[in-house]
């Protein structure tokens, strides 16, 4: 019930809020505070009560709810949180929480609805994390666009319109793809058992022929690809990023674009593995262009939301790489590059928003030398500078070398080129600070600095980027099981895909896959040579 | 004629005592809200009159007339969509036309019309239902006869109207011709006599297929459309968008269903070509409109089109996915025609983009109904639209039409943008747009309540819709079982 309860309370909130913002500026605000504080605090309960909440016996998932809904077409309202939705979850909390903060200042016009939206966004967010009914899934997956759609359209900047629709129709039309793959995936299973139903668990032992498979999991990648977004189809990022409000902008970056790759790992690996294995190579080279694409551009942007946006482009690159790596360092990777992309890209938007506040532009030509009047703004956009570039101790660190190892053993050339990426993520985010905040200040402003209830915002957001760069255990240990499992159909190796005697490669292995390692030297893989 | 059969009929001759009560209360004195309370109660009464047929088993009235449970749920759609129009009229009217009495009349009638189709069983039976439904229509859409438009699309609509009436005659004798019976029944036992469709068959069906399409609105029979639309008084238009079409699609899958129809690949083959030029060219052509009338005019020939591919689905499932939609589709135009009537003042109705400029800043209770509205139009989760359209692409992934399907999907995002256009002007900040009413808020209020329990059923549909999916299945399995 706790999972059901987290959407509805945001829900209700939501309304709350609207309702509210007739009487007081000031009410949604902290209406929307209180909604979004008791999930977060759910969500952390879960997670400090999790490992005895989860004995061995139930597997990867620590809750689940199941309640009838369209029994027709065996459509349930199916909730269950593993360790990869509970990280997620607390992604979407910290960051709407910030987001709400952020928009204190920033929003006068149309509080009420303001939030509504906002926390419309969130509960669709939440449920697309917690869904295991594939109908439902869709449905949360539109829930949280139209809300995202009116936060661009109506609070965004000058060229909010076209913006607000080009995101709406390139997620709507890729969403449509998607939503004939599940109901083919439907039929096909009905046609097969008997049984119709939506239900994730069972949908997955859904057997079909490799072209079937192929047409299929297009369909998912389409969605999937296009929020994520991955090269080809990335073109609304970064009109909406840059168009949006701050907080729309935060969560976009942080939130939306995990939806995609949460996605790829929860659909795309389990129900498709011998397409998703003939694909592997197509779509780690879509990644690593993503990467070099997105580096390059970011590196040649004069507005600084837009520059930022297409350092997302970049990084969520190593997203793709990393999940059709198939191995479990990589999919850690991918996991930690979803928290700690979205904490420090949601960082870097926020300073951009704090930065229009003061000198309402976002053109970087026009900045300059502001260290000397705002030190703590500066220090705190070098953190996210440097987490952003993937410097040791700072999350982003931990999520790209994971990412990098991983695929290494999947595809060592591709992960030669996404390695250059490292490089030219240095030379665009160390342009950031130095346009930003060295160099002449050309422009007669005086550079207030950060306020306390901005200090109250960013500093917490810098404590959590280092815990997760020095100690990112726990993140780790809640997210391998459920990795362990979307990663099930591909343990059992085939044997050309073993690791060949003549060219010995490097492995790397957490310590407890080492039984796995003993596992392949007794098959005389790895170093046991027979 | 038996006196059950009186019984089987109860609602039709509720509503044709009414047209008559109507017509000597004029008589006798103008007065507005008594006709407008008669109207509205013989409406209700002949809904509630439904309740008291059985509905176990189709009773026929031979050979004009069957009376079975899918007739019956489409007789209560059009009734209450009927309904829900006569409510909304009442605050347009009164503030327009010296003489609204006459409309109340012509209404039912129409109202009448559409339930004569749905019943019929019988190519009289058929016609006559039609030119009532059709005759009543060419006085309402002109009815207010001092509008600069309004004359235009009567007139349109009658000439082309007499002339699709004229091929669907022509088309019906050359069916006769060939089979010697005009009962759909016995129609479909001559035909499965046949080793070879004849030519001349084919040519009557080809000719019926004018008639239908015409009133139903589909390419390439489409032209009058955004005219009548635009022309019409807005309530007119609402009856036109829902109860005109739903008749004739209940009559169309009747008659598809007695006769085989889907066993004919060249019948087959027309509806596919119709269906898939009806979502292109509605929906291409909407994105050029400024008028939001004509929108939902184009709009409309695409939902057809929507409609229509689950009826090409042919089986169980894509008889119930046509009901559902058209029962999100009567839901949303209602809604959607509703909000434009009750912004609409005594000069012009509400149609240019202008008119909502700002709407939700202005109203937000009537511009957050009329997103409600456009959102499941456009099929998006949380409405009745998006079961709807979830409704027929799973009848056509069912039968594999993946043309249609895919069609379909990539229709649903041009349909998008200018479902989106609308909203975004409603939320653009400025001050501007009209405000102007120039009656007392109460005559308001009846509308107001109309749009609000349309909206609430809108969402209801949308989150939970088990409980009409159940009323829905049953309904098809008494017409679909024998034939299917």
């Not at chain 1, 297009?218 to 969605?223: D, E, I, P, T």
Request: charged share 10%; with cysteine; aromatic share 14%.
């Amino acid at each position: 019930m706790i999972l059901l309860w987290m959407i509805v309370i945001l829900m209700v909130g939501g309304i709350l809020a609207w309702l509210s913002g007739r009487i007081n500026d000031a009410l949604p605000r902290w209406i929307s505070l209180l909604a979004i504080l008791p999930n977060l605090a759910l969500a952390a309960w879960i997670w400090l009560a999790e490992p005895a909440a989860n004995p061995k016996a139930t597997g990867a998932w620590l809750m689940q709810l199941n309640i009838e809904w369209i029994p027709q077409w065996g459509v349930g309202f199916d909730l269950a949180l593993d360790g990869l939705s509970l990280l997620m979850l607390l992604l979407t909390f910290v960051l709407g929480f910030i987001a709400v903060l952020v928009s204190w200042n920033e929003i006068y016009n149309k509080v009420g609805f303001f939030h509504f939206n906002l926390l419309w966004v969130l509960a669709g967010i939440t449920g697309v994390f917690l869904t295991m009914d594939l109908f439902l899934f869709y449905f949360f997956w539109e829930v949280m666009l139209i809300p995202m759609y009116f936060l661009i359209g109506i609070w965004g900047h000058e060229n909010r319109t076209y913006a607000a629709y080009k995101f709406f129709i390139f997620t709507q039309a890729s969403g449509l793809l998607m939503l004939l793959a599940i109901l083919s995936l439907y039929f096909i299973h009905g046609s097969q058992t008997g049984v119709y139903t939506f239900n994730y668990f069972e949908l997955l032992g859904t057997s079909f022929s490799p072209a079937v498979g192929m047409w299929l999991m297009f369909g998912f990648l389409a969605a999937f690809l296009v929020k994520l977004p991955v090269v080809p189809f990335h073109s609304w990022l970064p009109d909406a990023h840059s168009q949006a409000p701050t907080a729309g902008s935060v969560i976009l970056a942080g939130l939306l674009l995990k939806t995609g790759a949460y996605g790829l790992l929860r659909f795309v690996l389990p129900f498709f593995p011998e397409a998703a294995q003939a694909f592997a190579p197509w779509a780690m080279l879509l990644g690593v262009i993503g990467i070099l694409y997105g580096a390059i551009l970011a590196y040649s942007q004069t507005d600084l939301k837009r520059l930022v946006a297409y350092t997302s482009v970049s990084h969520m690159g190593f997203v793709i790489l990393g999940v059709f790596a198939f191995n479990e360092l990589a999919l850690q990777g991918v996991v930690m590059q979803m928290i700690t992309h979205g904490l420090s890209t949601g960082a870097l938007f926020i300073l951009a928003g704090f930065l229009y506040d003061r000198i309402h532009t976002r053109d970087i030509r026009k900045m300059g030398g502001f260290w000397a009047t705002a030190p703590k703004m500066g220090v705190i956009a070098m953190v996210f500078v440097m987490a952003s570039l993937g410097l040791p101790g700072l999350g982003n660190f931990i999520a790209e070398f994971l990412t990098l190892v991983g695929s290494w053993q999947a595809n060592n050339w591709l992960t030669v080129f996404a390695t250059i990426g490292l490089v030219l993520a240095t030379a665009y985010s160390l342009r950031i600070l130095k346009k930003i905040f060295y160099g002449q200040n050309l422009t007669d402003h005086i550079i207030h600095d950060l306020s306390a209830r901005e200090m109250l915002i960013m500093v917490p957001m810098v404590l959590l980027i280092l815990w997760l760069g020095l100690y990112p255990q726990p993140v780790i240990d809640t997210a391998k099981p459920s990795i362990d499992e979307q990663l099930q159909a591909y343990t059992n190796v085939p044997e050309d895909r073993t690791i060949s005697l003549e060219q010995p490669q490097l492995i790397l292995q957490p310590a407890d896959s080492l039984s796995q390692l003993n596992k392949l030297k007794n098959k005389g893989g790895a170093y046991g040579l027979k | 004629m038996v006196l059950n059969d009186f019984i089987y009929l109860m609602p039709l001759l509720i509503l044709v005592m009414a047209s008559l009560i109507t017509m000597l209360v004029i008589a006798v004195k103008r007065y507005h809200k008594i006709i407008y309370i008669i109207t509205l109660l013989s409406l209700i009464a002949a809904f509630a009159s439904l309740f008291e047929i059985g509905y176990d088993e189709p009773y026929y009235i031979r050979p004009l007339f069957v009376i079975d449970s899918f007739a019956l749920f489409y007789i209560g759609l059009i009734l209450l969509s009927s309904l829900v129009v006569a409510m909304l009229s009442y605050a347009y009217f009164e503030q327009r036309e010296e003489r609204k009495e006459e409309y109340y009349i012509l209404h039912i009638l129409a109202t009448l019309g559409a339930c004569v189709m749905v019943i019929s069983n019988h190519f009289a039976s058929l016609f006559l239902g039609l030119e009532v439904l059709s005759v009543s229509l060419y006085g309402l859409i002109a009815y207010l006869r001092t509008r600069e438009r309004s004359d235009e699309a009567g007139i349109k609509y009658l000439v082309l109207a007499a002339l699709s009436s004229a091929f669907l005659l022509f088309g019906m004798a050359l069916v006769y011709a060939v089979t010697g019976t005009m009962g759909f029944t016995e129609i479909g036992i001559a035909l499965s006599a046949f080793q070879e469709t004849p030519l001349i068959l084919l040519v009557g069906f080809g000719m019926m297929v004018i008639g239908v399409g015409f009133k139903l609105g589909v390419v390439p029979f489409h032209m009058w459309t955004p005219d009548v639309y635009e022309g019409a008084p807005a309530p007119v238009t609402a009856f036109i968008a829902t109860v005109s079409k739903g008749g004739m699609v209940a009559l169309l899958i009747r008659f598809f269903l007695e006769t085989n129809g889907f066993n004919y690949p060249a019948l087959i083959l027309i509806f596919t070509i119709i269906t898939i030029a009806s979502m292109f060219i509605g929906n291409i052509l909407a994105l050029m409109q400024n008028n939001v009338k004509r929108i939902l005019a184009y709009s409309s020939i695409a939902h057809l089109g929507y409609v229509l591919v689950a009826f090409l689905a042919g089986n169980v499932l894509g008889v119930e996915a046509v009901t559902f939609y058209l029962v999100a589709y009567f839901i949303t135009s209602l809604g959607a025609f509703g909000i434009i009537t009750l912004l609409s003042d005594e000069e012009r109705d509400a149609e240019q983009m202008e008119d909502y400029r700002g709407l939700l800043w202005r109203r937000p209770w009537t511009a957050a109904a009329f997103t409600a509205m456009l959102l499941s139009l456009a099929g998006i989760p949380l409405t009745a639209g998006f079961v709807g359209k979830f409704y027929v692409l799973a009848a056509g992934v069912k039968t594999d039409l993946w043309l249609m399907v895919v069609m379909l999907a990539l229709n649903s995002v041009i349909g998008l943008y200018y479902y989106i256009k609308i909203i975004a002007v409603m939320f653009y900040q400025t001050n501007a747009g009209r405000e102007r009413q120039a009656l007392h808020p109460s005559a308001y209020l009846v509308s107001g309540i109309t749009i609000a329990l349309l909206a609430v059923l809108l969402v209801y549909v949308g989150v939970y819709p088990t409980s009409l999916m159940q009323l829905i299945e049953n309904i098809t399995l008494s017409v679909s079982a024998p034939a299917l």
